[in-house]
């Protein structure tokens, strides 16, 4: 099956099976790595990418699915996430690194959608992300830094 895609601003065709994930199409047929699979099951956020500015998580979305829609992965975010992957490197929000793109991708919605967004907002917000180095303190104080910087 056929599914035209607009991926980071690209328009694909991609040759699928029906049953064919996003996070399979993007990292083998487009070669686009960065989002990370994890559990397969949609619960840890590795695979989070933007679908139409939403946090969608690719091991559970079936390509054919996102014809007609506006696919941003970790790869395309690299110029709005600079400053998040700044803020992650001050704060300790970087350690093994697997969850990492998963959740620069969450927390580039957080800062975009939610401005005024204070520290039980931003760890409600990480709750679909997980990861098992940081205890997320760093995670969501990179945040917050963030949040205060376009505040100022």
């Known amino acids: 099956m056929n599914t035209d895609l607009s991926i980071n601003g690209q328009r694909h065709t991609i040759n699928h099976e029906p049953g064919a994930?996003?996070?399979?199409?993007?990292?083998?047929?487009?070669g686009l790595k960065g989002s990370k699979p994890g559990c397969g099951r949609g619960e840890c956020?590795?695979?989070?990418?933007?679908?139409?500015?939403?946090?969608?998580?690719?091991?559970?979305?079936?390509?054919?699915?996102?014809?007609?829609?506006?696919?941003?992965?970790?790869?395309g975010l690299a110029a709005e996430t600079a400053p998040?992957?700044?803020?992650?490197?001050?704060?300790?929000?970087?350690?093994?690194?697997?969850?990492t793109p998963g959740m620069l991708v969450a927390a580039r919605d957080i800062v975009t959608r939610l401005p005024d967004a204070d520290e039980a907002r931003?760890?409600?917000?990480?709750?679909?992300n997980l990861c098992r180095c940081t205890g997320y303190v760093g995670i969501v104080n990179a945040i917050l830094e963030v949040l205060e910087k376009r505040r100022s």
Do not use: N, W
């Open 122 to 128: 931003v760890r409600l917000e990480l709750a679909g």
């Open 21 to 30: 994930t996003l996070l399979e199409t993007l990292r083998g047929d487009l």
């Open 45 to 75: 956020g590795a695979c989070t990418v933007l679908i139409d500015s939403r946090p969608r998580m690719s091991c559970i979305t079936l390509t054919a699915l996102t014809a007609g829609t506006k696919v941003e992965t970790i790869e």
């Open 84 to 99: 998040l992957r700044e803020a992650f490197a001050d704060t300790g929000g970087f350690q093994c690194g697997y969850c």
